[in-house]
């Protein structure tokens, strides 16, 4: 019994709450901007299927009590009073329960909703006409041009009322929007009240139609910038300052056509500008996709290039862990050579040892610079350690700014991209490197130059394609430039300044150094 009493009660509440509101559309509202009938499309529209039975009968109620004082002044039939009221909400309903079975998801298909709401319009218009004739209600003597003036004014209040519930039932989608939505919409608010404001003084329909047809103009302006929710808003606001201020400047009702000219001008730029809209927002929404889908790509670059940097780091730490047992082992041959007193021989071994361990690191300084992350990129150049060119070809290094602040990662790659360079430039007898760091306010960047001197002609073999293969993916990664001029090659990579917008953490921190292949060792 509490379960029933209390069902019915929310019943009653949600029919009366529906009725309130739309006495205060009634209210709001004229003969060619009826607003009740946007309010009961909404509700039919995305209010669950189980409230529809409130919704008939706060409409059933509200239409009675507005209907029954003024019966008799409108010299309509008695039955129209009383039996309309049920029937006009039961038969508009089958327009939207038409558009919600056919698409289930008219929400997301903003594109082609004002059409449909246009021809629910229309089919209110239509139905309300039928009942009126059927029951002897009121009926103006033209009655085509009445029904036409009717279903604008009806679908200029549905969309009023529907398109911001749409808006709003849409707010949390992922759809990718243009920024400074908030903005433009209050300019073109300020700019439509500007226009308001002007209207009561001006002289002349030509004056008030321009006026009128300049309330368009924020709503193209707002559907090119902000898509299909700017037409939205542009257009809500067009329609409610044409809709509600107007009548109170004396231009109101169906006899005056300063107010249907331009009404009929918002429905048509109005529609025509939602189609637009939805179409800017989806090309807005594509390229936004692509340009993420770009910037994961170089992420997924950047991350596997890094990881490929971290198994040649782990096999050079393999090779030092093998070093080290092989120096003591050095050692311990060395000590018992000692021990016997054959100390030439021992120190044979000790030459060959320190021999080994030389080739050895140069070998894993090929591999992987592990110098780079305790010294910088700059004294690993000036040291002319760089195995892209041997035999000291790499004549002249001259290095300006400071790597302070910049990390291990774009100096790895700024290493990396020098190696390709000067394979890409095979043949010369010597180079020459010019390097520059320094920092922006959002960027740490790298410039490094490479000639190279008296090049020797050569063709293009298997190992400079992939020289340049590998130098172009790289410097796409990490966002660089490059410029060559026959036999020099510039290139720039940059960081955030922000070390958490990298999203780099592997390289941020220097490493430690391999102290077994880079100092000799005491007992050898």
Not at 305 to 332: N, W, Y
Not at 431 to 452: E, F, L
Request: with cysteine.
């Amino acid at each position: 019994m509490g379960g029933k009493l209390k069902h019915t009660g929310i019943f009653l509440l949600q029919s009366l709450s529906y009725a309130a509101a739309f006495f205060i559309a009634w209210r709001c509202s004229a003969d060619q901007f009826y607003l009740p009938a946007g309010l009961r499309i909404a509700a039919l529209l995305f209010a669950p299927y189980s409230r529809w039975p409130a919704i008939f009968v706060g409409d059933a109620a509200a239409m009675l009590a507005l209907r029954i004082p003024i019966a008799q002044e409108l010299n309509a039939g008695p039955l129209w009073p009383y039996v309309t009221p049920f029937l006009l909400c039961a038969l508009v309903s089958i327009g939207p329960l038409a558009l919600r079975k056919l698409k289930p998801d008219f929400q997301q298909h903003e594109r082609w909703l004002p059409l449909a709401l246009l021809a629910i319009a229309v089919w209110g218009s239509t139905a309300s006409t039928i009942l009126n004739v059927v029951f002897d209600g009121p009926r103006p003597a033209d009655l085509v041009s009445y029904s036409y003036r009717f279903s604008v004014g009806q679908y200029l209040a549905i969309l009023a009322v529907v398109l911001p519930v749409l808006l709003w039932h849409r707010r949390r989608d992922r759809q990718v929007t243009p920024p400074n939505f908030l903005r433009d919409a209050v300019l073109s608010a300020a700019t439509l009240a500007v226009m308001c404001a002007i209207f009561p003084g001006a002289q002349g329909n030509a004056l008030k139609l321009t006026l009128l047809g300049g309330m368009v103009v924020p709503t193209v302006v707002l559907a090119f910038l902000h898509g299909w929710r700017g037409a939205v808003v542009g257009f809500v606001t067009a329609d409610v300052a044409i809709g509600f201020y107007l009548p109170d400047a004396k231009f109101m009702g169906d006899h005056n056509m300063v107010v249907f000219v331009a009404q009929q001008t918002l429905a048509v730029v109005g529609t025509f500008l939602q189609v637009v809209g939805s179409s800017v927002s989806s090309e807005f929404d594509k390229a936004a996709r692509l340009d993420l889908a770009e910037r994961e790509s170089l992420h997924l670059a950047q991350s596997n290039h890094l990881t490929m940097e971290l198994a040649l780091r782990d096999r050079v730490e393999a090779m030092a862990r093998e070093q080290r047992q092989i120096d003591r082992e050095f050692r311990d041959a060395v000590q018992q050579l000692k021990n016997k007193g054959q100390y030439a021989l021992a120190m044979q071994i000790t030459r060959q040892a320190v021999l080994n361990t030389r080739m050895l690191y140069d070998h894993t300084s090929a591999i992987y610079p592990m110098q780079i992350e305790h010294e910088g990129l700059f004294r690993l150049l000036k040291r002319q350690q760089f195995e892209k060119a041997p035999d000291d070809r790499l004549s002249t290094v001259s290095a300006s700014g400071s790597l302070d602040e910049h990390s291990t990662t774009l100096q790895l790659v700024s290493y990396r991209l020098l190696g390709h360079a000067i394979e890409m430039l095979a043949g010369a007898t010597r180079y020459s490197v010019r390097a520059r760091a320094w920092s922006t306010g959002t960027q740490r960047k790298i410039a490094i130059t490479v000639v190279a001197h008296r090049a020797c002609a050569t063709a293009a073999d298997s190992s400079v394609r992939l020289a340049q293969t590998q130098f172009a993916a790289k410097l796409r990664a990490y966002g660089g430039q490059f410029r060559r001029r026959e036999s020099r090659i510039s290139f720039v990579v940059a960081e955030a300044n922000q070390r958490a917008a990298r999203g780099v953490t592997t390289h941020d921190t220097p490493l430690a150094p391999l102290i077994t292949l880079t100092s000799k060792s005491p007992e050898l």
